[in-house]
């Protein structure tokens, strides 16, 4: 049984550092494209960031480019997002997933195949 399990979130200040991790288990995770969303109360979940299945190709959503880096390590099965310059627009509960498509990393919630509990940021201005 497929398994994500997002760890890493908490409270931060603004212009503070987080870094998400999401491990996986019961899947291929190598056959697997991944993807960061959020979502915060009152709204929709959102597109943060995608990263391909080598790792070579990464998307960003235009609110977080430059400041969030998402990257993965196949031997570890493991996906991370690193935030920086966080404001509080950033608060939302964080979630991975996986999307077990060929081509480009999907921008589409329902692209997704496979999604963690989430974990919570919360940014204190």
Known sequence: ????????GGLAQAGGSLRL?????GLPFGDYGMGWFRQAPGKER???AGISRGGSY???????KGRFTISRDN?????????NSLKSDDTAVYYCAADRRL??????????????QGTQVTVSS
């Open 1 to 8: 049984q497929a398994q994500l399990v997002e760890s890493g």
């Open 21 to 25: 991790s999401c491990a996986a288990s």
């Open 46 to 48: 959102e597109f943060v």
């Open 58 to 64: 990464t998307n960003y959503a235009d609110s977080v």
């Open 75 to 83: 031997a570890k099965n493991t996906v991370y997002l690193q935030m």
């Open 103 to 116: 081509g480009t990393v999907s921008t589409r919630p329902s692209d997704y195949d496979y999604w963690g």
